[in-house]
């Protein structure tokens, strides 16, 4: 079983529309938990870091379900800029390794 | 805003030969790493390294990899006889090692094998 899977999409969506994906995690000593966003051929980029009792950064919002061991990432009112690969990413305790998933592609369309 | 810096960009070489690719870290952190991504797959992590030694590598990171931290500022991967499989982009990253704290990532190397 792959440490983190992610559906990777495309997920096309429309301007101003919501988007939401789940990743799962098989790890169940996995302490920290991330969404990343990577921009095409580009590094990447810290999103928000995800809570046990969720939280909301602006348009996004990301949950976690240590009893499924899944993660969610939402996103409001998406814009153009939007447009990117978003990786979920695991960090297992007592180390700093960073497990990486496939990514969710997501293209907004005008 | 302090960032992490790699070098080069873009690596063009053969099969066989020996590479360095070049890394520094922002320059409070103690903690160094490496992934890799190679093109349409997930990053992967390569090693650890604190204190001037290794951490923790995976299972990729065999007897042909090697890092080094050679002065205060720079952190470099190794490769020592390169393979068409090693095609990749190389990123850096580097954080203080607390749980749960963000790894910064360097704008990464795109190594070709040729």
């Known amino acids: 079983r792959k440490e983190v899977e992610q559906d990777p999409g495309p997920f096309n969506v429309p301007e101003g529309a919501t988007v939401a994906f789940n990743c799962t995690y098989s790890?169940?000593?996995?302490?920290?938990f991330f969404w990343y966003r990577q921009d095409c051929r580009k590094e990447p980029k810290l999103l928000m870091s995800?809570?046990?009792s969720g939280n909301e950064d602006g348009r996004f919002t990301a949950q976690l379900n240590r009893a499924s061991q899944y993660i969610s990432l939402l996103i409001r009112d998406s814009k153009l800029s939007d447009s990117a690969t978003y990786l979920c990413?695991?960090?297992?305790?007592?180390?700093?390794?960073?497990?990486f998933g496939k990514g969710n592609q997501v293209v907004v369309i005008p | 805003e302090p960032e992490v810096t790699q070098t080069p960009s873009h690596q063009v070489t053969q099969m066989g030969q020996e590479v360095i690719l070049r890394c520094v870290p922002i320059?409070?952190?103690?903690?160094f790493y490496w992934y890799r991504q190679i093109l349409g797959q997930k990053v992967e992590f390569l090693v650890s390294?604190?204190?001037?030694?290794?951490?923790?590598k995976s299972e990729i990171f065999d007897d042909q990899f090697s890092v080094e931290r050679p002065d205060g500022s720079n952190f470099t991967l190794k490769i020592r006889s390169t393979k068409l499989e090693d095609s990749a982009m190389y990123f850096c990253?580097?954080?203080?090692?607390?749980?749960?704290?963000?790894?910064?990532f360097g704008p990464g190397t795109r190594l070709t094998v040729t």
């Open positions: 320059s409070n952190h103690l903690y």
């Open positions: 390294f604190y204190n001037n030694e290794i951490s923790e």
């Open positions: 990253a580097s954080n203080f090692g607390i749980q749960g704290d963000e790894q910064y």
């Open positions: 995800v809570y046990s």
């Open positions: 790890n169940s000593a996995s302490q920290s």
């Open positions: 990413v695991v960090n297992t305790d007592g180390n700093n390794r960073l497990a």
